[in-house]
């Protein structure tokens, strides 16, 4: 598995007068979620675009499991490659089974092993098949619009996974919970994942790397870590923004700190606790503990039982070391 599955070996894109793509040369490994972002018309759709060949670069190559893409025809790469776009392009006539089950259809799959997987697939991003199987996308909210969009994607089980601004459309709480699903979804399917946005909090909360671009150029190629704490020029400073500190709370899972649960009563003393769930972010935590007057914080898993506390000295102490690191840079 040591050989990254995309490979941007000197990609170079030119339209006219223009390039959008700038010798772009990246890796992405296996199972990974690589983030492009950037400000407006600095390349991140055409990058992904090339990696299916909805746009064929002017020079260079991509490498899909060390192979040019170019070496199979378009429609076998792309069924090897989910593609899930803002806006979602669902078929309107089409009924959610129908718009999920596309492309297993073309594939020739018979129609019982179609019906489960698109059962599968509804179950596997949040809705309940029985209830939304037969609706058509004008019947659902925007965010389960994309959600099947999702499920779309995945129907075929291809290894790789393209999203651009999957959630740009979506109010900022739909947004959170769609993101939340991803992080859920990826620990079952296991993609590699190349995610556009503009949004740096959701680069931080999704990516093992992020590609920060501009004016068809690469910046800096980085874990999330990195970009906040070692950005490569001003540039980059500038685009992280100034609350770090916050950023990278939402870097440390409250597993990792947590102190293992306790048995007997349930909440110490007569207060109630604010509570987190275990998959949730140290800035999760902080969030919380500021609405309950900075007390403790339960950690909860997903039946509602105490896994475990954030101590407000705990947190406190984390909060301190990042400010101090903060300050050093
Ligand atoms: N088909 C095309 N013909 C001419 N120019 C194009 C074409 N597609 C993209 N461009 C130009 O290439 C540049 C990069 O476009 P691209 O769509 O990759 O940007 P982007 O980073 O995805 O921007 P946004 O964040 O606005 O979606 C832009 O200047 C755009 O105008
Ligand atoms: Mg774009």
Request: some cysteine; aromatic content about 6%; glycine content about 8%.
């Amino acid at each position: 598995m040591s050989q990254p599955i995309i490979v941007f070996d000197g990609v170079t894109k030119t339209y006219a007068a223009k390039t959008a793509v700038d010798n772009l040369n990246l890796e992405i490994n296996h199972g990974q979620t690589c983030v492009f972002i950037g400000p407006s018309g600095c390349g991140k759709t055409t990058s992904l675009r090339m990696i299916n060949r909805l746009v064929e670069p002017t020079s260079g190559r991509i490498l899909i499991d060390g192979k040019p893409n170019d070496s199979a025809r378009p429609e076998e790469l792309r069924r090897q490659i989910g593609y899930v776009i803002q806006g979602v392009g669902l078929f309107d006539h089409l009924t959610v089974a129908q718009n999920v089950g596309i492309v297993p259809r073309l594939l020739g799959w018979p129609k019982q092993r179609i019906d489960e997987r698109v059962d599968e697939l509804l179950t596997l991003v949040g809705l309940d098949p029985a209830v939304n199987r037969n609706k058509f996308p004008r019947q659902l909210s925007g965010g389960e619009q994309q959600r099947v969009g999702v499920a779309r994607a995945l129907a075929a089980d291809p290894p790789i996974l393209l999203m651009d601004e999957p959630f740009g459309a979506l109010d900022p709480i739909t947004r959170e919970r769609l993101q939340d699903e991803l992080i859920r979804i990826q620990q079952v399917v296991k993609k590699t994942i190349v995610f556009v946005t503009h949004d740096i909090h959701e680069a931080i909360k999704l990516a093992d790397r992020i590609a920060i671009m501009r004016n068809g150029r690469l910046v800096q190629y980085d874990t999330p870590e990195a970009i906040l704490w070692r950005p490569a020029d001003e540039f980059v400073q500038e685009f992280v923004g100034t609350d770090r500190v916050l950023k990278a709370l939402g870097l440390i899972p409250v597993w990792s700190v947590m102190e293992p649960g306790e048995p007997g009563p349930k909440w110490p003393g007569d207060w109630t606790a604010s509570t987190v769930p275990v998959a949730a972010t140290l800035r999760d935590a902080l969030s919380a503990a500021i609405a309950n007057g900075m007390r403790d914080t339960a950690v909860v898993d997903e039946r509602g039982a105490v896994a475990g506390w954030i101590r407000r000295e705990r947190l406190l102490t984390v909060l301190e070391d990042l400010q101090s690191r903060e300050v050093a840079s």
